[in-house]
């Protein structure tokens, strides 16, 4: 996790953008951190609706990996996005493509449920099948 200093007004898809584009940059050099989101991976498109968050990355975000790490790309993802609202429902794309049975995430074929939770995701992928 990186802390982000923000306005106290900053409204939620302006900080959430924001959030992205620091998680999208990667770790800093000098750290030990690691991120399981490609390179080049790039934010697309953020909107917040009452229905929840709905993110659309670049065909990067795809790329490589096996499901560990689509598993793992997908957590910095949701919980990013549910940084200001740990129950709020994510809704992830692709070039504009929804994350689905039909479209899976990946050559392992990650099929995600929607709306992502934190709540259903730690249903759906256990942290002990994570290591």
């Known amino acids: 996790p990186q802390l982000l200093s923000l306005a106290t007004d900053t409204d939620t898809e302006t900080a959430l953008k924001a959030a992205f584009e620091t998680l999208l940059t990667g770790p800093k050099a000098e750290t030990d951190d690691y991120t399981a989101i490609p390179e ?10 009452s229905a929840g968050i709905y993110l659309d990355l670049s065909s990067e975000f795809s790329q490589g ?3 560990s790490a689509m598993t793992g790309r997908v957590a910095q993802v949701l919980y990013t996005a549910t940084s200001r609202d740990p129950d709020t429902g994510v809704f992830l794309s692709v070039e504009g493509q929804p994350l689905n049975e039909s479209n899976p995430l990946g050559g392992e074929g990650l099929v995600l449920t929607y709306p992502l939770t934190r709540d259903q995701f730690v249903k ?5 099948l994570l290591k």
């Open 65 to 67: 990996g096996g499901s």
């Open 40 to 49: 080049e991976t790039q934010l697309r498109s953020l909107k917040v609706t």
């Open 124 to 128: 759906d992928f256990p942290p002990h």
